[in-house]
């Protein structure tokens, strides 16, 4: 069965602290907590349910798209 996916929109407040290594920092930690719920094993054969994406055209604009087991 296919899994469930979520589809986040989520609008920075200040757009230029996408690169700042504490921006990145909370995003790593983000994505290894969501990793923690649909791949608790951390078995790497299982590839990754959950990315990041930033709206080129819209910088201030970040997609997260996760999935989830249903």
């Not at 649909?38 to 798209?65: C, G, W, Y």
Request: proline content about 13%.
């Amino acid at each position: 069965m296919p899994p469930m996916t979520k589809i986040w929109l989520s609008t920075l407040k200040d757009p230029s602290s996408i690169s700042s290594p504490k921006f990145q920092q909370l995003i790593t930690e983000l994505l290894e907590f969501c990793a923690s719920y649909t791949n608790p094993t951390a078995d790497k054969s299982v590839p990754p349910m959950h990315v990041f994406f930033r709206n080129t055209k819209e910088p201030s604009q970040l997609f997260m798209i996760t999935g989830y087991p249903s």
